[in-house]
């Protein structure tokens, strides 16, 4: 049984047992984030909200990772959560287990998957606004629904459906401003959003804003790094990924792979080598990584390229 880390945890209420366990999450201490997201689930059993949140906490532990290894417990979080929204009524967390859910697998590349999990948000996302409309929240599922919608035959080629990109960013903007329990995430779902578009600046900002929070969250330095990557900025994509090498410990074959990358289109094929080589030479200790094969594969194409240098 997980020990309560605060002796005045008792006294806390819900709103800002969530919210502390919120800004611990995001610092990534999972052992304290995960007491607050318990214990809420403990006062209030018959309410999904704190099942919610600590199936977000898992969520985060896997991406912080790049490993479902918790997979198995995140969906009986997940489905707990959903049992209790029908049961006691709440479409906010109906949509907000059935987005999350969608977006863990679209990370797996389980697309048709997350393409039917995704399917169920908006319903509920709209009934939650019509009950109350000032929970902008909303607008994070709302727009990124709109979104895949006018991305997915990129993803599964034979899906015939279209989205609006502008629609998709206007909500986005909104839950960005405007969010309350979803802040975090709504800013840095709009920042990968701007950048996937190529409005470099716009999501730099917003994500070097994050950053000055929670300057050790890999997750949100994994997109700072992507954003200089995309825009050609190399130096400072090189920059980031050494950071992230230091956090990570090298044992994330991910980043390993872009500083081969941004090397190689700096020429400089020798560091980009290097890279490329460690990568093959501890493919076993990366085997169980989100997406390693795609990476792999995508790593020795490059080291064709430099192999000779």
């Given amino acids: 049984m997980l020990s309560l880390i605060f002796l005045n945890i008792f006294f806390l209420n819900k709103d800002t047992l969530i ?44 991406l912080d990772s790049f490993n479902d290894r918790y997979k198995n417990i995140y969906y009986e979080k997940l489905k ?15 949509g907000c287990a059935y987005l999350y859910w969608a977006l863990f697998e ?47 035959n990129k993803y599964i080629f034979s899906l015939k459906i279209f989205g609006d990109k502008e629609k998709a960013l206007k909500f986005l903007s909104l839950a960005n401003d405007n969010s309350k329990i979803l802040k975090i995430t709504s800013k840095y779902a709009y920042a990968w959003v ?44 090189i920059a980031t990924a050494k950071k992230l090498q230091i956090l990570e410990k090298r044992k994330i074959l991910e980043n390993e792979l872009v500083l081969g990358k941004a090397y190689y289109f700096l020429k400089d094929y020798k560091k980009a080598k290097e890279h490329f080589e460690f990568i093959i030479e501890n493919k076993n200790k990366f085997k169980n990584q989100v997406r390693f094969k795609d990476h792999y594969q995508e790593t020795l194409r490059y080291f064709q390229k430099v192999k000779w240098y």
């Avoid at 707990?80 to 109906?94: G, Q, R, V, W």
């Avoid at 470099?200 to 070097?208: C, G």
């Avoid at 700072?224 to 130096?235: F, M």
């Fill in 19 to 62: 919210k502390e366990g919120l800004n611990y999450a995001y610092h990534l201490n999972f052992k304290k984030a995960e007491s607050c997201f318990y214990y809420v689930s403990k006062m209030y059993p018959d309410d999904p909200t704190g099942y919610f949140f600590q199936s977000l906490l898992l969520q985060l532990i896997m």
């Fill in 80 to 94: 707990k959560t959903i049992n209790l929204a029908k049961k006691n009524p709440s479409d906010f967390y109906l």
């Fill in 106 to 152: 679209g990370w797996r590349k389980n697309y048709w998957q997350s393409y039917f999990l995704g399917i169920k948000t908006p319903y509920y996302f709209k009934q939650a606004l019509i009950k109350d409309s000032s929970l902008f929240d909303c607008y994070l599922g709302l727009g990124l629904y709109e979104y895949f919608k006018a991305k997915a």
């Fill in 194 to 237: 701007l950048a996937e578009e190529r409005k470099f600046n716009e999501a730099e900002a917003i994500i070097k804003t994050l950053l000055d929070y929670y300057p050790n969250n890999k997750i949100f330095l994994r997109l700072l790094r992507d954003i200089y990557y995309k825009k050609g900025d190399y130096q400072k994509c």
